[in-house]
Nanobody, 117 residues
Framework: QLVESGGGLVQPGGSLRLSCTAS????????MAWYRQAPGKQRELVAS???????NYADSVKGRFTISRDNAKNTVYLQMNSLKPEDTAVYYC?????????????WGQGTQVTVSS
């Protein structure tokens, strides 16, 4: 299970930090990522991070957002700075989980981020 936190309402130019923790035991996590979905739009990848720490960002957030993870806590973070109204969306955590020889994909429940004055 993935549990997210940290969403909310923020003014343009402000910052928020999202967190997502995977609960349970007996697994390892490969890649983790954040996606977002704005009203009337498709879900899009915001940022991803491998177990080794390699990162990838959507062009629209490069230089403003930073993804990081704490492998010991099975937690991924998304630091969002210089937020814009167009960043308003529901943000979803994603994890590619390994259990023995099997891989599973998990999604968080989503957390609302609203950027508005």
């Amino acid at each position: 299970q993935l549990v997210e936190s940290g969403g909310g309402l923020v003014q343009p130019g402000g910052s928020l930090r999202l967190s997502c923790t995977a609960s349970g035991s007996g697994f390892s996590i490969n890649a983790m990522a954040w996606y977002r979905q704005a009203p009337g739009k498709q879900r899009e990848l915001v940022a991803s991070i491998t177990s080794g720490g390699s990162t990838n960002y959507a062009d629209s957030v490069k230089g403003r957002f930073t993804i990081s993870r704490d492998n010991a806590k099975n937690t991924v973070y998304l630091q969002m700075n210089s937020l814009k109204p167009e960043d308003t969306a529901v943000y979803y955590c994603f994890a590619d989980v390994q259990v023995g020889l099997y891989k599973y994909r998990y999604w968080g429940q989503g957390t609302q981020v609203t950027v508005s004055s």
